[in-house]
């Protein structure tokens, strides 16, 4: 592509998560001009996609939308959605050595600026796929908006699995539909870049002593979360198989956190702190259900924390030190856990009827081989000082922040972003100084 | 048809048939015929999407033309486009304030359907013609800021704050209580995990801050006041130098409080403490292992050789009411002291890798190496042979002198890992894993109003909104003030406060909603009613004018600090104050609105 | 009461690689032991780490129930190779038979 | 047909905050559930704003039910909501005194994705209110 289209800003941030978000609030209020590129069709990050957030239970809708609206309505912040890098380097024509990204929009296969997010298309869709944004635990439409409160409110249309029917575009009152629209190359210069690509659970399919993702009822993390979500697949607290009300439900905790043997040493971080909140969660929507959490070590550090987990034990949450070494498919859609018990009476096979992966987290984003910069021997992005700034990597004008950085909590994340924004800020300002 | 009251306002009412969205189930049509007919609206329009273009510019020309000068548009929530409809306003020259949302997409035509739609359509438009008639235009509040921050506490999280911010064009004054820059860093050696020396990390912040010109430093300082608000603080300061007290007034437009915490000192007798010289603390441990100057294979400590170490985790951090011995004052340390497990460890694998005959035992309750390249420590500790013993809460190590071993303590402990058998260990030194505490700081606090949190630490306004706020706006905080937190952590919430303050301060002037509590200076009686009510200390107050030749009292606001909730409101008998922008007395017309059906006064 | 004894780790380098210590107790390579129920192989792996010479011996007959499957060793956390340090057990065992 | 609405009986009135109730309810749009048309939702900013007088005068005006729908322990203005819960009980202490039904007036917390929570609140009003009828005031 010859003539490709190239936008100036002062920072790039990858990523639209609650780091990104923060971050480039934290800068567009300093008054740069900031440009976010998400490679989801929403920003907003893993945060939205939560229930309630731990220590302070709140809704984490509730604390995530309105940084997303400050960020969409923020002059200085234009929103890059649903869009993949392809480079991510110095500008190597330019002797100014700024910041260069060569940038896909991918095809939404609707026209942002005639859309008005009406949904239309979404409901006459006549194809049903598995809804990733509710952890394939339920359904949604081959052109809909990714979830209820995306930003943008934009439709994607899943082009694998439509047939081309047409009715979408015969009802869209806009025209916005375009079934030849093409992926758009784009060019972004900044000043600065801040990586904010955050975390993925490490799949659950990679783990054989758990059942390699194939026993019915043990889920990840992340779809309990939705299950617990006000919005969530069902609604309420059902298990995935048979759509029963689980009376029994585990929580194994390091599943693929410090665990060499699945080639994740480092602890996780949050894994923990989820798991309490969600077993609290839980006995609040089902107060007859024993809840268990299997652990090696209690990580609760932050600050109320220890609070929270001495609060979950004291409403009965059941706290079982030893790590569970394997996962069977047991009876009528149960889960059974093996694990030793330390008191000395030998090993424990427990039934329950839902199990609950405390996933570790890897890496959102490899940079290699698109960005030369550089990454631990976690996979997580290179602090080149911790202590005095652990937002600063190997290249000067490019920054990190939130769980690119090492699995993060939000609180930590938030903190950090803005930690980020400083140190992108003050590089401009001396860059600024020194020409 | 009734005469329009001239009086009143010129009302444009704008309707949006979102391609169906809105038409398909409301009669829009109909609901304009209806709107043209309400008191005080004096065009009623419909479009296909009055977002777009051609619709924005539908109420820019009525604007200009002078034929309205209040704006309703009956559209989608006002999340979507209220912003879009006051960017046409002011791009019309007209003021953004003079405009009022009706949601007739996502609380009528996507819930309701039929006739209800149409008349609860109908319903809400004349409601918020009603507060139209209402508005008045509003300009943002506007306070003059001073270009000035001062950083409370010159430790590691001040010292990183005070360069941040100054790097930014803002002028900074840093008070330190002691005569020494950089806290508890001084006191510290190889920080965990990866070992940099802390003397090193300090030196390397000392050097940009003592050359840096923005920032003037005043050791030896006690704050005595501290008035003002957001932009124009000022704080009374004395200064000791030479046996003289000096006082010195800063002028300021934020503060970030960065006083730091201490370390948890066990009380006598806790685990041996203060009984015997080879019972010490964490940080006692981090001196030794400072100033070490000897090698060999084994570590020694006031000169007696160290066979056996016993680490005691979690002293001073999680106690447990009922468990634990609280302090005079009550107060037991229910919180996770975060820094000790991963510091510990560090000070464990340094002996062990430089006295390996050294042997280390450590009693934990959990091993919480959250942090990058902390679980790599525990490890490493493993691997260099350090021994863990794990014990519950209620059943404590007892640390008991021997008489009949070459050991000077035993230390007993219930070991969950050897099925809850007691474990008993010889040793030479014992180590007790003292936590963070926070400083007392309620001085401070209370002249700022700051709140402070049921663990005694400085209490943020929310953990991920604002974390690095209080309510008070312009006042920030970062590090261990707020809560336990490592060198990278603090540094982290510097970085994080001065963003803000930078932000704030930037522009010399600070621009707030319009949103905030009038008076009405002909009403008020100054019963005082709303200052009890205000929940904002210092918003209200009772001002004595003089009416008439009489010195009477009368309520004032002010702007900078007003909330904007209306809880004044709520109690003025005269009804003398009310909420720019969200007037009760809108709330009333709105009410009136809706039980008329749309058609009220 | 145990008295801890560190020598004990020390005496055992002799017959297998030295990788007691690492275990951090998570109890996997009890749980997943197909063949051994009673907190085995962790239980001697703990034994190791506070130098319990005596009831390694005491306990020895489960040492000869291990039949080297390896999935202990393939699934430890901390790589600390439990089957190898069984196998070291037993030769332990054996030489301290020999001796007595 | 007339351009004068049918007269509705049995409106309730909905105080909905800003930041958590208002987003709910649109959240219960984007959902395209259903619930009774005789909900009036107002957004405030927080409902410490209204006076006691304010509910009589709304139910005096013909309102039958109030929800007050707030961010609850949320609520961004320090203080609002124990302020207003406590007003909220003295008026319900006149309620009683004049015989109004309690269930008139509801206080509840709704989040921005509560959908539930508001079609349970506002269909409990609507029912209850149908029951009722517009409330008789008794000298």
């Known amino acids: 592509m010859v003539s490709t289209h190239i936008k100036k800003f002062d920072t790039l941030v990858v990523g639209g998560g609650i780091a990104g978000l923060q971050t480039a609030l934290d800068l567009g209020d300093q008054g740069y001009k900031v440009a976010i590129v998400e490679k989801d069709a929403s920003i907003g990050g893993k945060m939205i996609r939560l229930s309630k957030v731990f220590p302070t239970l709140d809704c984490a809708s509730c604390i995530t939308t309105p940084k997303m609206s400050a960020a969409a309505h923020h002059k200085n912040i234009p929103l890059f959605t649903y869009c993949n890098l392809t480079s991510l380097d110095h500008d190597t024509s330019n002797e100014a050595l700024g910041v260069k990204a060569v940038i896909i929009q991918n095809p939404r296969y609707v026209d942002p600026d005639k859309c008005i997010g009406c949904r239309q298309c979404e409901y006459v869709c006549p194809i049903y796929v598995s809804d990733e944004e509710q952890g394939g635990l339920s359904a949604t439409k081959a052109i809909s908006i990714p979830f209820s409160n995306a930003i943008p409110q934009l439709p994607i249309m899943d082009i694998e699995n439509c047939m081309l029917c047409g009715q979408c575009e015969k009802v869209c009152p806009t025209n916005a539909i375009d079934y030849f629209q093409k992926p758009e190359e784009f060019i972004i210069q900044a000043k600065t870049a801040i990586i904010t690509t955050g975390f993925e659970l490490l799949p659950k399919e990679d783990n054989f002593q758990y059942g390699s993702g194939k026993i019915p009822n043990v889920v990840d993390s992340l779809q309990m979360e939705r299950l617990l979500a006000p919005h969530g697949p069902y609604n309420r607290v059902l298990r995935p198989s048979d759509g029963m009300e689980p009376d029994s439900i585990a929580y194994v905790q390091c599943a693929g956190s410090r665990d060499k043997s699945m080639g994740v040493p480092y602890c996780s971080r949050v894994c923990c702190m989820y798991a309490i909140k969600q077993a609290m969660l839980l006995s609040g929507s089902l107060p007859l259900a024993d809840i268990t959490i299997y652990y090696m070590d209690i990580r609760a550090f932050g600050k109320g924390y220890e609070q929270f987990y001495q609060n979950a034990k004291a409403m009965g949450i059941e706290f079982i030190k030893g790590k569970v070494a394997r996962i069977d498919a047991g009876e009528n859609g149960s889960a059974i856990v093996r694990y030793e018990n330390q008191d000395g009476s030998g090993i424990v096979t427990a039934n329950h009827d839902l199990v609950v992966l405390s996933m570790g987290m890897i890496p959102g984003w490899n940079p290699a081989p698109i960005c030369p910069v550089s990454k631990d021997s976690d996979h997580f992005i290179t602090s080149i000082k911790p202590k005095i700034s652990p937002v600063l990597t190997n290249m000067n004008d490019f920054f990190v922040a939130g769980a690119a950085a090492g699995p993060k909590d939000i609180v930590d994340t938030v903190t950090e972003s803005g930690s980020a924004a400083m140190e992108a800020a003050k590089f401009m300002s001396n860059s600024i100084m020194e020409n | 048809m009734t005469e329009k009251n001239t009086d009143n306002k010129k009302v444009g009412v704008y309707i949006c048939y979102c391609g169906g969205n809105i038409s398909d189930h409301v009669d829009v049509e109909e609901v304009k015929k209806r709107a043209e007919k309400m008191p005080n609206v004096v065009v009623a329009r419909t479009n296909m999407f009055m977002c777009s273009d051609p619709g924005q510019e539908l109420i820019i020309n009525d604007l200009k033309s002078g034929k309205i000068d209040r704006v309703v548009v009956a559209s989608c929530a006002p999340s979507l486009h209220e912003a879009t409809f006051r960017d046409a306003i002011k791009r019309a020259g007209s003021n953004p304030f003079i405009y009022e949302h009706a949601n007739i997409r996502e609380q009528v035509s996507w819930v309701h359907h039929g006739e209800p739609a149409t008349d609860k359509a109908t319903i809400l438009i004349a409601s918020a013609a009603a507060k139209a008639n209402l508005l008045t235009p509003l300009d943002p509040i506007r306070v003059e800021a001073k270009k000035h921050t001062t950083v409370i506490g010159g430790g590691i999280a001040g010292i990183k704050t005070a360069i941040d911010i100054a790097q930014t064009g803002i002028n900074v004054a840093l008070i330190e209580k002691s005569s020494l820059l950089g806290g508890q860093l001084n006191n510290l050696d190889k920080l965990a995990p990866s070992g940099e020396k802390a003397s090193e990390v300090l030196q390397e912040l000392l050097d940009q801050i003592l050359t840096h010109k923005s920032i003037t430093i005043h050791t030896d300082c006690e704050i005595e006041a501290v008035q003002g608000y957001v932009g124009n603080f000022s704080l009374s300061i004395s200064k000791k130098s030479d046996n003289k007290i000096e006082k010195l007034n800063i002028e300021t437009g934020a503060i970030v409080m960065a006083t730091g915490a201490i370390p948890y000192i066990p009380f006598d007798g806790e685990f041996g403490f203060g009984q015997h010289e080879q019972v010490i603390t964490l940080q006692n441990l981090i001196q030794i292992l400072k100033n070490n100057k000897s090698t060999g294979s084994i570590l020694e400590v006031n000169g007696k050789r160290i066979r056996n170490i016993v680490m005691i985790h979690c002293v001073g951090s999680r106690q447990i009411p009922g468990i634990h011995q609280p302090k005079e004052d009550g107060k037991l340390n229910e919180y996770c002291s975060r820094t000790c497990c991963a510091a510990m460890l560090n000070a464990s694998n340094q002996i062990k890798e430089n006295f390996p005959a050294t042997r280390i035992y450590e009693m934990y309750r959990d091993i919480r190496t959250y942090g990058r390249g902390q679980e790599e420590l525990y490890t490493q500790a493993s691997a260099n042979k350090v021994v863990f013993m794990r014990y519950e809460a209620n059943a404590q190590p007892e640390v008991s002198l021997t008489r009949d071993s070459d050991y000077p303590f035993q230390v007993k402990v219930k070991d969950s890992l050897t099925f809850n058998e007691e474990m008993d260990v010889p040793a030479d030194l014992v180590v007790l894993a003292t936590g963070i505490e926070p400083d007392d700081v309620s001085g401070l606090a209370s002249m700022m109003k700051l709140p402070i949190g049921t663990d005694k630490f400085l209490l943020e306004v929310h953990p991920k909104l604002r974390p690095v706020e209080f309510p008070i706006t312009g006042i920030f905080l970062a590090g261990t003030c707020q809560a336990p937190m490592d060198v990278g952590e603090a540094c982290n919430a510097a970085g994080a406060a001065a963003v803000k303050a930078s932000a704030l301060l930037r522009k010399g002037f600070i621009e707030l909603d319009p949103f905030v509590a009038e008076v009405n200076p002909n009403k008020c009686q100054g019963h005082g009613a709303c200052i009890e009510a205000c929940l904002k200390e210092g918003a209200l107050t009772l001002v004595e004018v003089d009416i008439d030749g009489k010195t009477v009292k009368r309520a004032q606001v002010t702007a900078a600090m007003c909330l904007g909730c209306g809880a004044c409101a709520a109690v003025c008998p005269e009804k003398a104050i009310d909420i720019n922008g969200w007037a009760l007395k809108q709330y009333e017309d709105m009410v009136d609105a809706i039980v008329s059906d749309g058609f009220a006064v | ?100 | 047909m007339s351009p004068q609405a049918k007269k509705q009986e049995n409106k309730i009135l909905i105080l909905a905050t800003e930041t958590c109730a208002y987003p709910g309810a649109d959240s219960v749009g984007q959902a395209h559930s259903t619930y009774p048309a005789n909900t009036y939702i107002l957004r405030v900013r927080a409902p410490v704003l209204f006076p006691e007088s304010f509910y009589f005068d709304c139910f005096k005006k013909g309102i039958s039910g109030i929800i007050v729908m707030s961010c609850g322990e949320e609520c961004p203005y320090e203080g609002a909501f124990t302020a207003m819960a406590k007003r909220l009980d003295g008026v319900y202490k006149k309620m009683k005194a004049m015989e109004l039904d309690l269930k008139r007036l509801r206080l509840t917390a709704i989040c921005t994705v509560c959908n539930r929570s508001f079609l349970n609140e506002v269909n409990q009003m609507d029912k209850l209110v149908r029951e009722l009828g517009p409330p008789i005031f008794k000298k």
């Not at chain 3, 040492?63 to 030769?91: N, S």
Request: include cysteine; proline fraction near 4%; charged fraction near 25%.
């Open chain 3, 1 to 100: 009461m145990t008295t801890i004894n560190l020598d004990f780790a020390e005496e055992l380098k002799e017959y297998s690689d030295d990788t007691a210590l690492e275990c951090f107790n998570c109890g996997t390579c009890a749980a997943i032991c197909p063949l051994v129920h009673d907190n085995f192989p962790r239980r001697m792996i703990r034994y190791i780490q506070v130098g319990a010479r005596e009831k390694i011996l005491e306990n020895s007959d489960e040492l000869w129930r291990c039949l080297h499957c390896g999935l202990c060793t393939h699934t430890c956390p901390r790589e600390a190779d439990p089957g190898e340090i069984i196998l070291g057990l037993k030769r332990f065992v054996v030489a301290n038979w020999r001796r007595s």
